[in-house]
């Protein structure tokens, strides 16, 4: 078993117990799923929407995004394509649910638990993880439809304006717990999976943990998982660039037979992988896109040139390293994915011992975390054998 100091200085071992294969793994086959569902709806949105696929594809790849400038989407193609988001959101939590599961066990001193196992427990607690930000949602969707109720009210004549008076300040306490319930929804988002994953919470009580640890630990819950969300994104860009560089030393060396040839191929394998970003996302989210990206020295993949096709084997080829390029991004994400629910799960090990004084590494297998502990009056004492103890 792991000897925490149940402080901050866990939260930096995210990067150590992140760095494993198994986790890498669960977490890229969430990514793949989710991308997978979300590729077919999006594309699906379009078709509904009469947009022009191949532009569509020409543009996005296998990512495609909504462009309402210039396609615009009926309310049923936002709809299929808001099912696409969901589900690739979906498919993450899951797959983050059984990383955290797995750091857990091996937190616990079970340095073998198995992914298939990892599996089997977050599809047995999807809903744990799904249904508690949507149980939040529907708390905040009444408070809302309270509020219509008075604005309704409020346009009679006479009656509305007093109405109107004697609601003001009822109506601020009220915008103000949405506020806090927009907080306590983040929270569940991104730290859902790990209390699920090291405590086996059923949704009610996901969600009080998530109330629990922001008004009861505030401070040291955005300190952690600030302080985890700073390591995720170290890590996937120290994997990234050990990825380019590892890509640059293999095209040097495959390179010396082929020659040209090559780079053509490579040029069409570009052709396929494409990360571009929809002109309306906000400005700085995309100047920081396409600066990872030349950080890298990536960026045709950005900025792509023709398809050149030279004979039937090498298309296909192309099409083959187009789909190396897609899983090695993807490898590179999900070991940011597999710190971000590695170090989440330190983070609620030592929120959980700071708020409620329980080793959450020493609870059994059987026990319920907070299950509490009864005397029951009349309890007969263990026996007593007449065995001798030994002297000291």
Avoid at 103 to 130: K, T
Avoid at 283 to 292: D, G, K, R, S
Avoid at 332 to 353: E, K, M
Wanted: net charge negative; glycine share 8%; proline share 5%.
């Amino acid at each position: 078993m792991t000897k925490l100091h149940f402080n901050y200085k866990d939260i930096f071992s995210a990067l150590r117990l992140g760095f494993s294969a198994k986790k890498v793994w669960i977490a890229w086959v969430g990514l793949v799923i989710g991308l997978a569902g979300y590729s077919g709806l999006g594309y699906l949105a379009h078709l509904i929407a009469g947009s022009d696929l191949l532009a569509i594809w020409g543009e996005y790849r296998l990512l495609p995004f909504p462009d309402p400038l210039l396609y615009p989407f009926p309310w049923y193609a936002w709809l299929v394509y808001a099912v696409g988001v969901l589900f690739f959101i979906s498919s993450v939590l899951i797959a983050g649910t059984a990383v955290s599961k797995v750091a857990y066990e091996q937190l616990r001193g079970d340095e073998f638990y198995e992914s298939r196992e990892a599996f089997r427990f977050a599809l047995r607690h999807w809903c744990s993880v799904l249904a508690s930000p949507l149980l939040l949602i529907g708390f905040a969707a009444v408070v809302g439809l309270l509020g219509l109720a008075t604005s309704a009210i409020g346009g009679l004549p006479f009656f509305g304006d007093l109405w109107l008076g004697l609601f003001a300040l009822p109506a601020f306490f009220a915008s103000l717990f949405l506020v806090y319930l927009f907080i306590v929804l983040l929270v569940s988002l991104l730290i859902g999976p790990s209390v699920v994953g090291a405590t086996k919470n059923d949704t009610f009580d996901t969600v009080f943990e998530a109330f629990s640890c922001v008004n009861e630990q505030p401070a040291r819950l955005a300190l952690y998982v600030g302080t985890v969300a700073v390591l995720s994104r170290l890590g996937c860009g120290l994997l990234a660039i050990a990825s380019t560089l590892a890509a640059k030393v293999g095209y040097a060396i495959l390179r010396i037979v082929p020659g040209a040839k090559l780079d053509d191929i490579t040029a069409n394998a570009g052709y396929y992988f494409n990360v571009t970003l929809p002109d309306w996302w906000p400005e700085p989210l995309q100047a920081l896109h396409y600066w990872f990206l030349d950080l890298l020295d990536l960026p045709w993949l950005y900025e792509l040139g023709d398809y050149v096709s030279i004979n039937w084997a090498s298309d296909i080829s192309s099409v083959l390293i187009g789909a190396v390029l897609y899983i090695v991004v993807l490898i590179v994400i999900a070991f940011g994915c597999s710190v971000w629910f590695s170090g989440n799960t330190l983070a609620v090990a030592v929120l959980i011992q700071k708020k409620d004084d329980k080793n959450l590494l020493e609870v059994p297998e059987d026990e319920d975390l907070f299950e509490p502990v009864v005397d029951v009056p009349g309890k007969p004492e263990p026996a007593d054998t007449g065995e001798k103890q030994p002297e000291a």
